[in-house]
């Protein structure tokens, strides 16, 4: 196992929270880029894919090498109305489900976390890969909410 990842994990509700803290309210529906989400988007993905993930992870216990589904993210922000939702819910939602990923990491016996499913993109994936995924996809949003930060929070010193 990854010996950051159970550290890292249960960081990342924080760091979102101080992000969205540093983000002019007036900029939560900008999208800066037409192919991504905007600020109010991505924390609403985030706390909708967090079960996704913890489901393709149990899934992988349950029925090794079982195919999953797969999702369209574009349709899951537009059926679940992404748009509308208060962010400090979804950073809230968030939070609770990154909870409950790290409990289930925790209790899931490490032999299991060679086992893989099989996604209809990906190919097989690994109980282990889909938990480290999870670091990078942080770090991806987390990278793209620095965008919206804007040149006067790089130092004012």
């Not at 090794?64 to 208060?86: C, H, L, Q, T, W």
Request: net charge negative.
């Amino acid at each position: 196992m990854n010996p950051y990842l159970m550290i890292a994990l249960p960081l990342a509700p924080n760091i979102f929270s101080r992000l969205f803290d540093q983000i002019s309210e007036a900029r939560f529906d900008e999208r800066q880029d037409p192919d991504r989400f905007t600020p109010r988007e991505i924390i609403a993905h985030l706390a909708d894919w967090e079960p996704i993930v913890r489901a393709r992870m149990q899934s992988a216990v349950d029925n090794p090498g079982g195919p999953i589904e797969a999702f369209d993210e574009g349709k899951m922000a537009v059926d679940n109305n992404y748009r509308s939702k208060d962010i400090h819910a979804e950073l809230a939602n968030f939070a609770k489900e990154r909870q409950e990923t790290v409990t289930f990491l925790g209790l899931v016996p490490i032999e299991h976390w060679t086992q893989t499913f099989l996604h209809p993109e990906r190919g097989p994936v690994s109980f282990s890969d889909q938990a480290n995924m999870l670091l990078g996809h942080d770090t991806y949003h987390i990278e793209q909410l620095c965008g919206f930060l804007g040149p006067k929070m790089v130092s004012t010193w």
